[in-house]
C-alpha cells in the first residue's frame, strides 16, 4: 500500500512565520504534488515536482516554495505566512504525471 | 484547456437510495477521468478511474461511473445509499502529454439519511 505522511495534522501560526510543511512517501513515486483545498473551491494545485529538484508552478503559486532534495520528500514552504493561507493543505504522490495520485491526510493550518 | 464541472455541492438521499453524483468535463483530447472520496478530516482516496478501457467502471464500496463520450460525462452511481457514504466526492480529469495535469472539480457533500 502507498502511504504518504505529512508532518503535522494541524498547525497554528502567527502572520509573518515562516511556515514549513513536510511530506513523506514511500513508493518511490517519480510526482509529488501539494494543493490547498478550501470550501466551494475544491482543490487547487499550488506546486508539483516530477523529479528530485525539479518543480513546476500549479495554478496558485504566489506566496509559496518548495523543495525536494530527495526523491521521497516534497516539503511546502510559506515564506511569510498571511492569514488569507488558512487553509488544508494536501500532499499526493504518482508513478506517472497523468495517474492516480494517493493523498496524504492533509495539514490543517491556521495563521493568525 | 481541460476543466471539471460538478454541478451543485450538496446531495442528500436516504440509506438506500440511489445515489447519482454528476460530472462533465471538457478535454480536447481523450481524458483520464477520476473519481475521489473524501472522509471527514481525511485526506483523499481513489474510488474509480476511467483511461479508455471498458466505458463502464467499477469502483470500490459499490460506486461505478460511466464514461459517455457523446454527453462528456462521467457520473457516479451507487445504487443503494450506506450511512457509511456520506463524504465529499472529487471528479477529476487529466490526460497524455507533456503539459498534463490533474484538474479537479470542486467536489459535492453527500449526506445520507437514516
Known amino acids: 500500500d502507498v502511504k504518504v505522511t505529512q508532518s503535522s495534522r494541524y498547525l497554528v501560526k502567527r502572520t509573518g512565520e515562516k511556515v514549513f510543511l513536510e511530506c513523506v512517501q514511500d513508493m518511490d513515486h517519480e510526482n509529488m504534488f501539494w494543493y490547498r483545498q478550501d470550501p466551494g473551491l475544491g482543490l487547487r494545485l499550488i506546486y508539483f515536482?516530477?523529479?528530485?529538484?525539479?518543480?513546476e508552478k500549479g495554478d496558485i503559486p504566489e506566496g509559496y516554495s518548495v523543495s525536494r532534495e530527495k526523491k521521497e520528500r516534497f516539503s511546502l514552504i510559506l515564506e511569510s505566512a498571511s492569514t488569507n493561507q488558512t487553509s488544508m493543505y494536501l500532499c499526493?504522490?504518482?508513478?506517472?504525471?497523468?495517474?492516480?495520485?494517493?493523498f496524504g491526510p492533509g495539514t490543517r493550518l491556521l495563521v493568525l | 484547456a481541460q476543466s471539471v464541472t460538478q454541478l451543485g455541492s450538496h446531495v442528500s438521499v436516504s440509506e438506500g437510495a440511489l445515489v447519482l453524483l454528476r460530472c462533465n468535463y471538457s478535454s480536447s483530447v481523450p481524458p483520464y477521468l477520476f473519481w475521489y472520496v473524501q472522509y471527514p478530516n481525511q485526506g483523499l482516496q481513489l474510488l474509480l478511474k476511467?483511461?479508455?478501457?471498458?466505458?463502464l467502471v467499477k469502483g470500490i464500496n459499490g460506486f461505478e461511473a460511466e464514461f459517455k463520450k457523446s454527453e462528456t460525462s462521467f457520473h457516479l452511481t451507487k445504487p443503494s445509499a450506506h450511512m457509511s457514504d456520506a463524504a465529499e466526492y472529487f471528479c477529476?480529469?487529466?490526460?497524455?502529454?507533456?503539459?498534463?495535469?490533474?484538474?479537479f472539480g470542486k467536489g459535492i457533500t453527500l449526506s445520507v439519511r437514516p
Open positions: 476511467y483511461t479508455s478501457a471498458a466505458t
Open positions: 499526493a504522490s504518482s508513478l506517472d504525471r497523468v495517474e492516480t495520485q494517493y
Open positions: 477529476a480529469v487529466s490526460f497524455t502529454g507533456a503539459n498534463s495535469k490533474l484538474t
Open positions: 515536482s516530477y523529479d528530485v529538484k525539479m518543480k
